[in-house]
């Protein structure tokens, strides 16, 4: 009885983080579940990734429901670049496999601490009216040039996809807040299934107590941010997803050190 408490409690805790990480910013469910998965259930690593990329599916379509209800999603240029997303990830991987990375483990967790800092101090205040001035044409180049950066630096480091996606999608692309986090759980719904089915056809199946437990917290949080996110005004939704993203990213870095 102890221990399915205890299981509970854990995929409580994972999944709220990865839901507010997911609803507020498009951040992976990877990032926060695998490290607690590992660290408290003593999980195979690469199940852990697998449950995790599979909470990221739902969580992430329901956030993009919300955010697309609110019309803060880009599904035409979310296509065209999650297909640049999923191709070069594939090439990023191969060429990981061929050249020794482990130092850049964990890129991604100060890049969800330092995007969650830049949130804060420098604000993306960047309006739809501003964000539509840019000629369609144009942002379909735009869109398949960042998701073959987006999609090599996923695929070579190993996680990143959602904070690569929100950092290139609000500095590079000019995308209002609403809008690029929008679609970016657009593009990682489609990216979690991928992964997440390919992770369940090498691995065999899931622990499905556990799975089911991270899907529907992680489903129940993301909601819940993603609610909040659109109707919250752009300086309040900046200092809330800064404080998610810097909170979750010294989490995850305590368990990676200490757990």
Known sequence: MESILF???????AGMGAGLGTGFAGMSAAAVITPVLVTFLKMDAYQAVGIALASDVLASAISAYEYGKNRNLDIRNGLVMMVSVLAFTMVGSWI?????NQVMGGASVF????LGIKFIVKPVMTTKESMQAVSAGKRVVQSVVCGVIIGFICGFIG???GMMMLLILTSVLGYELKTAVGTSVFIMAFTAFTGSMSHFAIGGAPDWTVLALCVLFTLLWARIAAKFANKATPATLNRATGIVLLVLGIVVLAFQKFG
């Open 7 to 13: 299981t509970i409690l854990v995929c409580f805790f």
């Open 96 to 100: 990981s496999s061929r050249v020794n």
């Open 111 to 114: 890049m969800t601490m330092i």
């Open 159 to 161: 996680a990143g996809g």
